[in-house]
């Protein structure tokens, strides 16, 4: 167990649906991470949060965002879901010391029909 | 930009055998570097770690790696396979800076033959 939580475990929806993924860092962690693992992209970086600003922005699509709230819980928002966007989604987070380490939960499993 | 590149999408060994799975980074400044492992229906749990200080860094369950400058490598080994080392293998690298995002390879599923 990573101590890093992801709900919910599996999201089944439609196109053009809105969905929000929720992760709880763990206790201390600053950085909060967005990942998404899928089968012909492999494992992206899609967004960072450090102490609620927005850190660093990878490959996330426009009709993604996301934000990270004072008790430093992290939401990811995903809307006008398409077919393509069915993956894993991975949060991780770290603590502040530059040689930390990203732990990773579980992840949420999207499927759009 | 920073990349990391995992040579073969699978290796198969035999139950003993050594592991090896290979892992080059480009990157002009040597980043810190990482290996996870990510078993069926699980998240991504960390083997080991270089950051800097010794270049052989040892892992959990029997599993190391040697970062190698004069290479850009970070090789994963483990002298003998077992059953449950049969995973989905991941190397990534962060800028030395620290707390930025991973960059992955694109992983190595590593099965074991009894």
């Known amino acids: 167990d990573s101590g890093v939580t992801q709900t919910p475990k599996h999201l089944i929806t439609a196109t053009g649906q809105r969905v929000t993924l929720r992760c709880s860092p763990r206790?201390?962690?600053?950085?909060v991470y967005w990942y998404q693992q899928s089968l012909d992209q492999g494992l992206q970086f899609l967004i960072q949060?450090?102490?609620?600003?927005?850190?660093a922005k990878g490959n996330i699509l426009e009709r993604f965002s996301a934000q990270q709230f004072p008790d430093l819980h992290s939401e990811l928002n995903l809307s006008s879901l398409e077919l393509g966007d069915s993956a894993l989604y991975f949060c991780?987070?770290?603590?502040?010391?530059?040689?930390?380490?990203?732990?990773f939960g579980p992840g949420t499993r999207l499927l759009v029909l | 930009a920073q990349s990391v590149t995992q040579l073969g999408s699978h290796v198969s060994v035999s139950e003993g055998a050594l592991v090896l799975l290979r892992c080059n980074y480009s990157?002009?400044?040597?980043?810190?570097l990482f290996w996870y492992v990510q078993y069926p229906n699980q998240g991504l749990q960390l083997l080991l770690k270089?950051?800097?200080?010794?270049?052989l860094v040892k892992g959990i369950n029997g599993f190391e790696a040697e970062f190698k400058k004069s290479e850009t490598s970070f090789h994963l080994t483990k002298p003998s396979a077992h059953m449950s080392d049969a995973a989905e293998y991941f190397c990534?690298?962060?800028?030395?800076?620290?707390?930025?995002?991973?960059?992955f390879g694109k992983g190595t599923r590593l099965s074991v033959i009894a």
């Open positions: 949060y450090y102490n609620g600003e927005e850190r």
């Open positions: 206790s201390g962690d600053l950085s």
């Open positions: 990157s002009s400044v040597p980043p810190y």
């Open positions: 990534a690298a962060e800028t030395s800076s620290g707390n930025t995002p991973l960059v």
């Open positions: 270089y950051t800097t200080g010794a270049t």
């Open positions: 991780a987070s770290s603590g502040w010391d530059s040689q930390e380490t990203q732990y």
